[in-house]
C-alpha cells in the first residue's frame, strides 16, 4: 500500500509538471504570436504610408484622393509643377485621382472637382517668403468638372488644358483643385487638394549655342577674342525678353553689365539689348540685331563703356533645346 501511495504521488507530479511546461510553452508561444502579429501592424502600416495608401484614415477605411508623395507638415497644401512654354497650340498637363483602397471597387466612382481660391490662399499663407502666386485665369485653362474611376481600377488621369499665350511669364500661377465629391467615398484630408504651380516660359527661353567676338580695350590678358562651341541658357523675363550674360574671350563672365536682356519687338523680330547695371550698353548701330525665328537664332552687337575702357560683343546664338 505504501509502495502504491509513493508511486500514485509520483505520478501526480509529474502530470502536474507536464501541466505547467504546457501551460509556459502556450503563454510563451502566446506571447510571440502577439509580436509577430503587432511586427505585421507596424509593417503593414509603414507599407501602406510607403505607398501613400490610406493617409490619414485607419488601413481599412479607402479614401480618394490626389497622390502627390508624402503629406506636408506646415498645415499648407500639397504641390505640383508644370513649366510651359508658350505657343499657339494649348498644353497638355495631366494629374491623377488615386482610389486608395486594399481593394479595388467593383462600381464607378464619380469624382467632382471644383477651383478653390482658398486652397491657393493657404498654400500662399504657409509660403509667405516666396512670391505669392495668381490664381489661373478662367479662360487660360480647361479642365473636367467631374471624372470617372472606372469600376476594378484605382485611378484615372485628369487632363488640362493650359492656353500659355494668355498667361504672362513674369507671373507665378497656381490652380488650386479640390475634392467636393466622390460618390459618397470618403475624400483624404491630407491629399483632397493640390495646388499646380504654372511657371510660363516666353517663346525665346531654352539652351542656346554660343559663337562670336568681344573686344576689351587696353586688354593684354587674353580677354578680347574669338570663342565657340559654348552653351548659354536664355531664360525668360517678361513676354518678349530673355536674361543673357556675356562672356571674355577666356569663358569668364564680363562685369559692369549686370541684369544684361535680349529684348524681341515680337512684331518686326528686331532686338534691343538692355543692362539694368550699365544703362549707356547698347546696340551697335552699325549692326542688325535682330531674332530669325525660322532658325531660332539671335544675331546681337553691342557696346558699352567710353575709350580707353570701351567694350564691345557680337554673339550668335542658336536654339538648341528647352533648358
Not at 487660360?140 to 500659355?164: E, H
Amino acid at each position: 500500500m505504501l509502495l502504491e501511495k509513493v508511486q500514485s504521488t509520483n505520478l501526480r507530479l509529474e502530470f502536474s509538471g507536464m501541466l505547467n511546461n504546457n501551460h509556459k510553452k502556450m503563454k510563451n508561444k502566446n506571447i510571440l504570436t502577439g509580436l509577430i502579429a503587432a511586427l505585421c501592424v507596424i509593417s503593414l502600416s509603414s507599407c501602406l504610408k510607403n505607398k501613400n495608401e490610406q493617409p490619414d484614415f485607419s488601413a481599412t477605411t479607402p479614401v480618394v484622393e490626389i497622390p502627390v508623395g508624402s503629406p506636408v507638415g506646415d498645415g499648407s497644401v500639397n504641390s505640383l509643377t508644370t513649366s510651359l512654354i508658350q505657343q499657339d497650340a494649348p498644353s497638355d498637363y495631366l494629374f491623377y485621382i488615386n482610389y486608395a483602397a486594399s481593394t479595388t471597387k467593383p462600381t464607378d466612382i464619380k469624382v467632382t472637382l471644383s477651383i478653390d481660391p482658398s486652397a491657393l490662399a493657404t498654400y500662399n499663407a504657409a509660403h509667405a517668403s516666396d512670391p505669392a502666386l495668381t490664381i489661373v485665369p478662367g479662360n487660360a485653362f480647361t479642365m473636367p468638372v467631374s471624372i470617372t474611376i472606372p469600376a476594378n481600377t484605382r485611378r484615372v488621369q485628369v487632363p488640362v488644358k493650359f492656353i500659355s499665350t494668355l498667361l504672362d511669364p513674369a507671373i507665378s500661377y497656381g490652380l488650386p483643385v479640390t475634392i467636393k465629391d466622390a460618390s459618397g467615398e470618403v475624400i483624404s484630408k491630407k491629399f483632397g487638394s493640390v495646388v499646380i504651380k504654372v511657371a510660363v516660359r516666353n517663346k525665346y527661353d531654352g539652351k542656346y549655342s554660343l559663337k562670336g567676338y568681344v573686344f576689351r580695350e587696353g586688354d593684354t590678358g587674353g580677354l578680347t577674342g574669338f570663342y565657340k562651341g559654348l552653351s548659354k541658357d536664355l531664360p525668360s523675363n517678361g513676354a518678349n525678353a530673355v536674361n543673357f550674360a556675356q562672356i571674355w574671350a577666356d569663358g569668364g563672365g564680363a562685369g559692369g553689365i549686370d541684369g544684361l536682356t535680349i529684348n524681341v519687338n515680337p512684331t518686326t523680330n528686331k532686338v534691343t539689348m538692355k543692362s539694368t547695371a550699365n544703362l549707356g550698353l547698347a546696340n551697335d548701330p552699325a549692326y542688325d540685331n535682330r531674332y530669325d525665328p525660322a532658325t531660332k537664332t539671335f544675331y546681337l552687337s553691342f557696346k558699352w563703356g567710353a575709350s580707353p575702357v570701351s567694350r564691345a560683343a557680337t554673339d550668335t546664338l542658336t536654339y538648341v533645346s528647352p533648358r
